[in-house]
C-alpha cells in the first residue's frame, strides 16, 4: 500500500487543468455554434430589422469567445474558491483502488473501473467512464509512480 500526501494549492490546480485540458472535450472552440450565432445575429439585424436580438446573438458569441479565452484562470479561479483549496489531500492507493480523502471530499475508484492511464509530461491521468482524476509527478513518489503505471498493464 502506497500513502502521498499533497496540497490542492494554485500551482497544482494550473498544473491539472494544462496537463489534463488535452485529453477532454473542450480543447477547441465551439465553431459551429459560433457561426450559427453570427448568422443569426446578421440575419435578423439585416434580415427581419431586429437589431436587439440581432445584437444580443452576436454578443452570445463574443461571449462564447472570450469564454473559451479564459477558460484556464476561470476554472483555476473556482478551484480556488471551493471549500478544498488549500487542504491536505491523502492519497492510499494499493492492489484493489485509488482513494482519496481531504476534509471536504472523498473518492474511490478501483482499478477495474480505470479504462486507462495516460502519461503527460508533469503526471498521469486516469481515465474511467465517469471521470479523469490528474496525478502530478510532484505529488506521488517515483515507487507509487511506477506502482499505477504497472496497473496499467494488467
Not at 494544462?18 to 453570427?38: A, C, M, R, T, V
Not at 488549500?86 to 475508484?109: C, F, M, W
Request: proline letters at 3%; one cysteine or more; glycine letters at 4%.
Amino acid at each position: 500500500m502506497y500513502t502521498e500526501r499533497f496540497v490542492l494549492d494554485k500551482p497544482y490546480f494550473q498544473e491539472c487543468f494544462d496537463e489534463s485540458i488535452q485529453l477532454g472535450d473542450h480543447n477547441k472552440p465551439k465553431y459551429f455554434l459560433l457561426g450559427l450565432l453570427i448568422t443569426l445575429g446578421l440575419f435578423s439585424i439585416y434580415g427581419l430589422e431586429k437589431h436587439y436580438v440581432g445584437n444580443f446573438l452576436i454578443l452570445l458569441a463574443v461571449v462564447e469567445c472570450l469564454a473559451f479565452y479564459y477558460r484556464r484562470p476561470w476554472w483555476v479561479a473556482r478551484q480556488m474558491l471551493s471549500r478544498a483549496s488549500g487542504s491536505t489531500v491523502e492519497l492510499n492507493i494499493d492492489e484493489t483502488q485509488i482513494e482519496a480523502k481531504n476534509p471536504y471530499k472523498h473518492y474511490r475508484l478501483t482499478w477495474q473501473s480505470v479504462d486507462s492511464i495516460i502519461e503527460t509530461n508533469k503526471g498521469l491521468v486516469l481515465k474511467s467512464n465517469q471521470r479523469m482524476q490528474y496525478l502530478s509527478n510532484h505529488s506521488i513518489s517515483e515507487d507509487t509512480r511506477a506502482f499505477i503505471l504497472s496497473q496499467a498493464k494488467k
